[in-house]
C-alpha cells in the first residue's frame, strides 16, 4: 500500500523541492495551498503524514487540532516547515512529529523525510511486536529445554535471548507463558535468524488451537490497554504522542543501543544496551538490573546527539535487564528522546 501525504504549502519553490523528494521515496503527494483547502481534504481522505507550513502559526495549530478529530487521521504524522519567527517548543506540544527549517531545500529536508517514511514503514508494520519478558524454553535438535528469554512477541513470530547457539532454519519447539494466562503456550516454529548477541528471532508455524487462543486474547488485551492509556493522556507530548490506537506499542522501536545507566545520585556507570525505546520509555538489557523503584539516569550517545534522560525502573529481571520509565519534565527533554528515535528509524531495520 503507497503511503500518501498532503502538503500544505503556498511556496512554490518549496513544493518543488518537497514534492521531489517525497516522490523519491515512494511517498504519493497531494498539495493545498492553503489550511482551509486542506481541511476539506482531510475531512474526504486519510493521510499518513501532513507537511504543514507554518508561517501562520495559529492557522498551523487549528489544523493539527482539527485533523486529530477525524477518526481516519488521529495517527497522521506531522512535519512542520519552520522558521526562526516559530515558537518550536509550542509545535512540538501541539502534536508535530518533525521538523523542517526554511528555506527548503533538498539536502536540509531529506533527512527528516526520511526518518518520517522509516516511521511510517514500522507503523505499517502488519503484527505488531509487543516486548514481554518472560522465561522460555527451547527445545530444537538435540537440545531440550534450554532456557531462554522472550523478548516480543506477534501473532506470527517472537524474538528471544539464548545463550545457545540455534541453528538458523532449524525446527524448534517453544514453551512459555504470558501475564494473566495459566495456560502455557506450546508451539513450534523456524529459527529465521540469531544476531551476535543471542537474540533469535522465530517464525510460528505449528501453534496448537489452544495457544493460538492464549496469544490471540493477550495481544488485543494489550493493545486494548494502549488505547485507554492514550485516551487517558494529555494531548500534545511531541513525537508520536498522536497515534490513538497502540502508540505504546508503536512506539517502542526494536534498537541495538549502547548506554550508561546510573543509580541517581551515583557516579559509578553501568555498561548496558537498550533492546528498545519509545516516547515512553526502554527497555536496558544489564546481567545486573537494579530493583524495581529504582530512580536511574540513562546516558546513550550517537555519533549525532547525546541524550541524558532520568527515569525510574518498572520491572526488573534477573540475570536480563530492567523496564525503565522516563521521568520527562520538559520540553527540551522530550524532544532529545523524540530526535533519538527519528535518528534510530534511519537504521537499518533490527530482524524480528
Known amino acids: 500500500m ?10 512554490a519553490s518549496a513544493v518543488e523541492v518537497l514534492s521531489r523528494i517525497l516522490v523519491d521515496l515512494g511517498i ?34 487549528e489544523l493539527i487540532a482539527l485533523a486529530r478529530k477525524e477518526h481516519s487521521n488521529k495517527t497522521t504524522l506531522f512535519i512542520a516547515m519552520v522558521d526562526a ?22 539536502e536540509r529536508a531529506s533527512s527528516s523525510l526520511r526518518a518520517a517514511k522509516g516511521l511510517l514503514r514500522r507503523e505499517r508494520r502488519r503484527n505488531k511486536r509487543i516486548p514481554l519478558h518472560a522465561k522460555v524454553s527451547l527445545s530444537y535438535g538435540a ?29 524448534v519447539y517453544l514453551q512459555f507463558s504470558v501475564p494473566g494466562h495459566a495456560s502455557h503456550v506450546r508451539l513450534s516454529g523456524e529459527a529465521a535468524w540469531q544476531d551476535a548477541s543471542g537474540r533469535v528471532g522465530i517464525r ?21 490497554e494502549a488505547v485507554m492509556q492514550d485516551a487517558n493522556k494529555p494531548e500534545g507530548l511531541g513525537l508520536l504522542s498522536v497515534s490513538a490506537s497502540d502508540r505504546r ?3 517502542r522501536l526494536a534498537c541495538r543501543l549502547g548506554a550508561d545507566v546510573y543509580r541517581v545520585g551515583s557516579s559509578v556507570p553501568h555498561r548496558c544496551s537498550l533492546s528498545d525505546i519509545g516516547t515512553g ?8 538490573p537494579f530493583a524495581a523503584g529504582t530512580a536511574v539516569e540513562i546516558v546513550v550517545r550517537t555519533h549525532e546527539l547525546k541524550l541524558r534522560v532520568r527515569g525510574t525502573v ?12 522516563f521521568s520527562l519534565n520538559t520540553s527540551e527533554e522530550r524532544v532529545k528522546v523524540e530526535q533519538l528515535i527519528a535518528w534510530q528509524t534511519l537504521q537499518p531495520e533490527i530482524p524480528v
Open 2 to 11: 503507497t503511503l500518501t501525504s498532503l502538503l500544505v504549502c503556498a511556496d
Open 249 to 251: 506499542i508503536k512506539s
Open 143 to 171: 537440545v531440550e529445554n534450554s532456557p531462554a528469554t522472550l523478548v516480543d512477541l506477534s501473532q506470527d513470530g517472537i524474538a528471544l535471548q539464548s545463550e545457545s547457539k540455534v541453528p538458523i532454519n532449524s525446527k
Open 28 to 61: 504519493g503527494v497531494e498539495h493545498c495551498s492553503d489550511p482551509s483547502a486542506a481541511a476539506l481534504r482531510l475531512a474526504a481522505q486519510h493521510f499518513d503524514a501532513i507537511l504543514l507550513d507554518c508561517d501562520d502559526q495559529q492557522s498551523a495549530i
Open 204 to 224: 510460528f508455524a505449528d501453534v496448537p488451537q489452544t495457544s493460538r487462543h492464549v496469544l490471540k486474547e493477550w495481544l488485543k488485551a494489550r493493545h486494548s
Open 314 to 325: 518498572q520491572t526488573m529481571h534477573t540475570g536480563f535487564g530492567m523496564g525503565v520509565q
Open 281 to 288: 520509555g526502554c527497555y536496558v538489557e544489564t546481567t545486573e
Open 85 to 106: 519567527r516559530n515558537q518550536v517548543r509550542d509545535l512540538f506540544s501541539k502534536g508535530v512529529n518533525f521538523i523542517v527549517y526554511k528555506p527548503i531545500s533538498t
